[in-house]
């Protein structure tokens, strides 16, 4: 399991979220990761945009599918990048 797989699964799991969920988040992430042969964390907006259309427009995706893979991938961004940039800081600031 990787680093960051392992950040999102405590995470998810500290704030309860349900097991299906966990799963289908991690799984979108994975996809997500699959699709460039690099790790999330390094992908550039560029690309989750093309990932996104995509999505939207080869694998003709319903609204409610897109929806929810682009909740997965705003979840990523916004909860678990900003939490290890935080963590980051405060054992920057610590040492």
């Known amino acids: 399991m990787t680093h960051l797989r392992k950040q ?10 349900s097991k299906s969920y966990i799963d289908f ?12 042969s690099k790790s999330p964390d390094k992908l550039s907006y560029d690309e989750v945009q093309e990932h996104l259309l995509f999505l939207q427009n080869q694998k ?3 609204r409610v599918d897109y929806n929810n893979a682009l ?4 979840f990523f961004n ?3 990048m900003n939490f290890l940039k935080i963590k980051h800081l405060i054992l920057t600031y610590q040492t």
């Open 8 to 17: 999102m699964l405590d995470y998810m799991s500290s704030k309860k979220f």
């Open 25 to 36: 988040y991690i799984s979108c992430i994975a996809k997500l990761a699959k699709f460039y």
């Open 60 to 62: 003709n995706l319903s």
């Open 71 to 74: 909740s997965a991938i705003q």
């Open 78 to 80: 916004f909860s678990i």
